[in-house]
């Protein structure tokens, strides 16, 4: 069992464009592990807007000033394809994977991991509409909820950012707390339709939203 005394220092990568519920699904479950210390971490200080513009998050620390976190959460968004070239954030995750950093992304975020050569050789996943991209990382795609590979973790949509936060609190403390946090947050998920992964959705659906031009996604 994890030590439940260690303290772990988490940063939420920030960035433009980032997908509101991509940080605030795992921040609700990990700022509730005891003897933890969240924080949010982006390129330059101050607020940061979410994808659409709609809310902004407030980035306390740059990333020369917070370089040895013990967890690093990327979540994906629109913004993310302006980062992939980003030599600072690139070398800022590689060396906390080389460091034995947990390397955790939410929804395409697992791209940005992978631009900057974090998915070689390991198994990962992602927003469905993206899925086809992992490969092109050097990573073997799995259709899952969540993936564990070592320290690097990656979770598919927006939604399963909170599963995957929790299977992580089981391994940073124990299945205890993470069963303690689920409850606290009453996560009791009875979705209304079965059209959340598009294995089960209607065909007709699936194409469509593969159709909207909000959903398309740019050559890299």
């Known amino acids: 069992m994890p030590e439940q005394s260690a303290h772990t220092r988490i940063a939420f990568l920030l960035f433009e464009g980032f997908d509101a519920m991509d940080v605030a699904g795992p921040y609700e479950v990990l700022r509730w592990l005891p003897n933890a210390e969240v924080s949010f971490v982006a390129k330059t200080r101050g607020p940061i807007r979410s994808e659409g513009g709609g809310l902004a998050f ?6 020369t000033e917070i370089p040895n976190p013990d967890v690093i959460v990327v979540p994906g968004g629109e913004g993310e394809l302006r980062l992939r070239d980003d030599a600072e ?13 947990w390397t955790v992304s939410v929804c395409t975020g697992a791209l940005l991991l992978g631009a900057a050569g974090l998915l070689r050789g390991k198994r990962a996943t992602t927003h469905w509409l993206a899925f086809e991209e992992l490969g092109q990382f050097g990573a073997t795609a799995e259709r899952a909820r969540y993936v564990f590979d070592g320290k690097l973790v990656t979770a598919a949509g927006v939604s399963a950012g ?6 992580l609190a089981a391994k940073l403390r124990s299945t205890e707390v993470a069963q303690a946090i689920q409850l606290g947050i009453e996560y009791d998920p009875e979705p209304p339709f079965e ?4 294995a089960r959705a209607p065909a007709a659906l699936v194409s469509e939203l593969q159709a909207m031009s909000r959903f398309k996604r740019p050559a890299a």
């Not at 407030?58 to 990333?63: D, I, R, Y």
């Open 195 to 198: 059209s959340g992964s598009p």
């Open 162 to 167: 909170v599963d995957m936060a929790l299977a």
């Open 58 to 63: 407030v980035a306390e620390q740059t990333l």
């Open 89 to 101: 954030l690139g070398r800022w995750l590689r060396d906390a994977q080389a460091r034995g950093a």
